[in-house]
DNA sequence: CGTTCGATTGATGTCAGTCAACCCGAGTGG
DNA sequence: CCACTCGGGTTGACTGACATCAATCGAACG
């Protein structure tokens, strides 16, 4: 009975934790946050497990509560294209919430993940209750829209250290912590996640990466982390 | 005196035309919408035109009503990396709605072009009058990030033919008209513009072209006009 | 200690970018 | 009316960078 062990420190106050985190829900006070967590539904995958396939039905919202997960299609080549890196506070399925449609995309955990899911027709209730909510979407909708402009610029470049470059100036705002020597990233994805999130071979990743270490812009620290040593020099390579 | 001119077939009942032509605004009845009407300003652009610079300031929403334009940005190589093509109906300038930022592209009239503009804080006011509207938009800029993601998952791949094959169908999609041997695209872009939007020279465009051509796929009327013979050649192309 | 999976490094081939020449049609001006 | 020019498009030859293939390494884990 795993999801009843879970289940013991999941608490209600848990819950609200989950729907206080997320931005949409930002502006709501103490009681519309009840109401909005009483639609909740909790699930929780291991890594390596798909949360949604492509072409796969979806009408939920689905909010991640803890751990992280990579939204992907395949590419011609039989490669994935990886989308999204989704955090603890990101959400997805957003776009179902007015069309039922399918998914866009694959979605697999890539760590144990903690996912809140609301109804698609809950959420459209909540919605008409409380519409500052639709602002807040569209607000975060401005930005993930901002995201994926920023990487068709990158994509559009022919210079692949730049994109190497711009992919660890990304890892290093999101996941980057401050130290004295530099920025140390613990990296969400393989050198193979990586090749696939900016389009190009692995080899070529690791490559750069070394190119990158001995030019003493990084140090790598075994394969899942990176200090960035330099990062006026990785972001005048990406500009 | 061309805005006077201009001004003469430029009736209220042609500002409703270009609201009502707009979908977020489709489920408004006749009086919301001369509410809007009222805080229309038009404008109108020649051809090369710019519209909207980066980092420049964009308080309004803009709303296309005849024309096209081109939003871009420039790249690491000093070229073009063009993002959208807005046409009637299309609109821009949204992410400024809620925060006050620059703007993140360029946008310059591809022809003679006329434009709505709503200030933000109008815009903002009408959309707590009218919180359908904030869906409508949300339901909008879905459509845009399906469009960006599937542009990404296009300069993913590296099999070039695939990304003109892509572009060809997205334009047929927009722009073709159905004839008896195929369907019938005016090109909105030179070659040199279909190649900052798929991210490659436009000597490859040009190459990429003929052969389709020489393959029997597709004919080509002097260089602003395309004919699709096989449709599903291009289809298989992509996937 | 061995196995396995991911990462690295090296060698080779291929394909798109670049440079350059040329073409063509639309203006333009004599 | 023709010659010239100019911008955009096409075509060819060459080059270089990345993909690919293959071998090796190395760390994690049982």
Redesign the interface.
């Known amino acids: 009975m795993k999801q009843a062990s879970h289940c013991d420190n999941c608490t209600l106050c848990q819950h609200k934790l989950c729907a206080r985190r997320v931005p949409i829900f930002q502006e709501l006070n103490q009681d519309e946050l009840n109401h909005v967590v009483q639609l909740i539904i909790r699930k929780k995958y291991s890594k390596g497990e798909m949360i949604v396939f492509e072409d796969g039905l979806l009408d939920s919202l689905m909010i991640i509560n803890r751990g992280q997960v990579k939204a992907f ?1 395949d ?3 039989g ?1 994935e ?1 990886i ?1 999204y890196i989704f955090s603890e506070g990101d959400f997805f399925g ?2 179902n ?3 039922t449609q399918k998914a ?2 694959h979605v697999e955990a890539l760590e144990e993940t903690l996912i809140c899911m609301i109804q698609s027709r809950d959420f459209l209730k909540l ?1 008409k209750e409380y ?1 500052e909510i ?2 807040k ?3 975060q ?2 930005h ?3 995201r ?2 920023q ?3 990158n ?5 692949i250290e ?1 994109r190497v470059s711009a992919v660890l100036l990304e890892f290093a705002m999101k996941y980057g912590k401050e130290q004295s020597e530099g920025v140390l990233i613990e990296l969400p994805l393989s050198r193979e996640g990586i090749a696939n999130y900016i ?1 190009v071979a692995r080899e070529t990743v690791s490559r750069k990466l070394s190119i990158l270490q001995e030019e003493g812009i990084i140090n790598m620290i075994g394969n899942k982390k990176v200090v960035i040593l330099d990062k006026k020099a990785l972001e005048n390579e ?2």
Do not use: F
């Not at 994509?155 to 210079?159: F, L, Q, Y």
């Open positions: 299609r590419t011609q080549e490669k294209q989308l957003e776009k919430l007015l069309i866009s995309y919605l519409p639709s602002l979407i569209v607000e909708l401005s993930r829209i901002d994926l402009e990487m068709i610029r994509m559009g470049t022919k210079n730049a389009g990406v500009e």
